[in-house]
């Protein structure tokens, strides 16, 4: 399928900026009645509560711990918001603990240690409301590209609509620690995104910020595409950190969407799933040098596993899915339920999935206006250009206006086959981890397991790959109810369409390969 390119945001959106009156949806209502349904539901006293009483969690990530004592390394795991516990002692005022077991948990289990604290101040007698999303994502580690799904509800097993697909990038296997080497490979399993932050910086300050508050624009690095080489101009985005140390400048791009569980003994393992370095206008590309000689220099750019998306792609679903939304990680071959036909010899001619005929080649449109504001914050101002005029918010050139343009939403699924003859880091290989050997006399001994269908967000048979069998190479966690089956709404059954799978040719020894 043709992408498109970026085309700029035209100076009449920017002129009517200037709004009479901010609107507010009935989404963002529903979303203001939740918060005060969960505001009044949480904040108990100690004396309030009760040994034998059952509560909900009502933070998105409460540390438990194996003794009584807020510091140290006690922490054996993370309860999510809504899981259910039974207060077994209140133990004294002076500490901030109860002593719980846990009752329903899909991040810890109950027996996880011989007793088990918590803090009071995230018990609530009443379940939160969490808004049920519209939306989910699915993210295929194997062939690094991030899907969005409409979710079908029209009847109990109907095929779910892809809204979005674009290129990401995951952890590198290719690094590692003395330890565990493969520490920085992106971790499989379910997750909630749990926070939207704006232009967000590690904590140890060794990526900085894309942009900082009060910063000085032009101090922002200029586009990797501006000029003649985007090599040289890549290099621009790396400077010393505080330490002196060689980094990656605004390497977590423009939003990062913090996911829950998070941890390393239940949850992702801290990867979260973010922007990268470029501008909107650089587009693709930034993924693209991510993957080659460019981000080999030294380092891998603000990410232990986290999947990087281009800027303007983490920007449409900063603004597409809310606090809530499914994040689904997968190492899957590819496949589609109905058959794309492409006929011709000199000249192809394509009969594209009847399903998404209309979108074949006809990208969706996402107008966007990168603002300064809400640099740093939870929950940061959204790009999205229909918002910034609803809500009548000032757009100053040369201030607060860093970015406008639109974004050509793919809205075609386009099934990767395996193609061993590409290297793991190109994209385009359908097995970035090498889980597979890539020679054909190995076909039958696949760690692969069933299919992914892409026109329909579903899966065929699907288990993720065994961990043990691959060497540690694969890692599962996160939710309980992708660890070791499918959920009833992702799973399918019957005939599909797979792409043909292309080996190795036979002279090649498995040596590198290029990208």
């Not at 809205?411 to 890539?438: C, E, F, T, V, W």
Request: with cysteine.
């Amino acid at each position: 399928m043709t992408k498109s390119t970026t085309r700029r945001l035209c100076s009449a959106v920017l002129s009517v900026l200037i709004a009479t009156s901010p609107m507010i949806s009935q989404a963002q209502a529903l979303t203001e009645q939740t918060q005060s349904a969960n505001a009044a539901a949480v904040g108990m006293e100690k004396s309030k509560l009760r040994v034998g009483q059952r509560y909900f969690i009502s933070a998105d990530s409460l540390n438990v711990r194996s003794s009584n004592a807020t510091s140290g390394n006690n922490i054996v795991g993370k309860l999510s918001i809504n899981d259910e516990v039974e207060i077994y002692d209140l133990l004294n005022e002076a500490t901030p603990l109860v002593q719980i077991k846990i009752i329903k948990s899909a991040s810890v289990k109950a027996d996880i240690a011989p007793e088990l604290f918590v803090s009071k101040d995230y018990l609530s007698e009443k379940q939160l409301l969490t808004a049920a999303s519209k939306y989910f994502v699915i993210q295929n580690v194997a062939t690094e590209i991030t899907r969005v799904y409409e979710r079908c509800t029209e009847t109990p097993n109907c095929p779910h609509k892809l809204v979005m697909e674009t290129e990401m990038v995951v952890g590198r296997p290719e690094e590692g620690t003395k330890e565990d080497p493969h520490a920085f490979k992106t971790w499989l399993g379910h997750s909630r995104i749990s926070e939207w932050i704006k232009f967000y910086q590690d904590g140890m300050a060794h990526y900085p910020h894309w942009y900082r508050a009060g910063q000085d624009l032009k101090t922002i690095p200029k586009p990797i595409t501006d000029g003649v080489s985007k090599i040289v101009n890549s290099r621009k985005w790396m400077v010393d950190d505080a330490r002196g140390e060689k980094t990656i400048y605004g390497a977590f791009g423009w939003y990062a969407a913090k996911v829950t569980p998070a941890d390393e003994t239940n949850g992702m393992n801290y990867q979260w799933m973010h922007g990268t370095i470029g501008w909107g206008k650089d587009g693709s590309e930034t993924i693209e040098l991510t993957r080659g000689f460019f981000m080999n220099l030294f380092s891998n750019p603000g990410s232990s596993g986290c999947t990087r998306l281009e800027n303007r792609a983490i920007a449409y679903l900063r603004s597409l899915l809310p606090v809530g939304t499914d994040i689904y990680r997968v190492y899957a071959r590819e496949s589609t339920r109905e058959k794309e036909i492409v006929s011709g010899f000199f000249k192809k001619k394509v009969q594209p999935l009847p399903r998404y005929a209309d979108k074949y080649e006809r990208p969706g449109n996402w107008d966007y206006i990168l603002l300064t504001n809400g640099a740093q914050q939870s929950g940061g101002l959204t790009a999205d250009a229909k918002t910034i005029i609803e809500k009548a918010i000032q757009v100053i050139p040369d201030h607060n206006l860093i970015e406008a343009g639109q974004y050509a939403i793919d809205q075609y699924p386009n099934a990767m086959g395996l193609n061993y003859g590409r290297g793991a880091a190109s994209g385009k290989s359908g097995d970035r981890y090498r889980i597979d050997s890539g020679k054909k006399e190995d076909a039958y001994k696949t760690n692969f397991r069933g299919y992914f269908l892409v026109d329909e967000g579903r899966f065929v048979d699907y288990a993720h790959p065994d961990s043990r069998l691959t060497k540690g190479v694969i890692k599962v966690s996160g939710l309980a109810d992708f660890r070791t089956t499918v959920p009833e709404f992702l799973a399918t059954t019957g005939a599909h369409n797979p792409p043909e799978i292309q080996y190795q040719a036979e002279q090649d020894n498995g040596g590198p390969r290029g990208n």
